[in-house]
């Protein structure tokens, strides 16, 4: 059974940092790409970043400088840094793993808030 465990959301001010974490089962974690999407109210799902199983990076226009997306493998774990958090950052947060681009699971989703 494949699962995919978010953590790390909350509540955060404006300029605040947060890291975000996935943890992973029953996948071969090592192989996959594993991503950052997120969804504000009203809005479609985006991404906000990905890690291939190559360490190659892809951030969406709208959070480079800002986040960072790193992985364990022997943890089984991707992360993402997200620091000068901006009131339009705030979304609902999801993990997802896929032997291509395409995802192919996901986590149940974290929310961020960003207020002040």
């Known amino acids: 059974q494949v699962q995919l465990v978010e953590s790390g959301g909350g509540l955060v001010q404006p300029g605040g940092s947060l890291r975000l974490s996935c943890a992973t089962s029953g996948i071969a974690f090592s192989i996959y790409t594993m991503g950052w999407y997120r969804q504000a109210p009203g809005k479609q799902r985006e991404l906000a970043a990905r890690?291939?199983?190559?360490?190659?990076?892809t951030y969406a226009d709208s959070v480079k400088g800002r986040f960072t997306i790193s992985r364990d493998n022997a943890k089984n774990t991707v992360y993402l840094q997200m620091n000068s958090l901006k009131p339009e950052d705030t979304a609902v947060y999801y993990c997802?793993?896929?032997?291509?681009?395409?995802?192919?699971?996901w986590g149940q989703g974290t929310q961020v808030t960003v207020s002040s």
């Open positions: 890690i291939r199983s190559g360490g190659s990076i």
């Open positions: 997802s793993a896929g032997l291509a681009y395409d995802p192919t699971y």
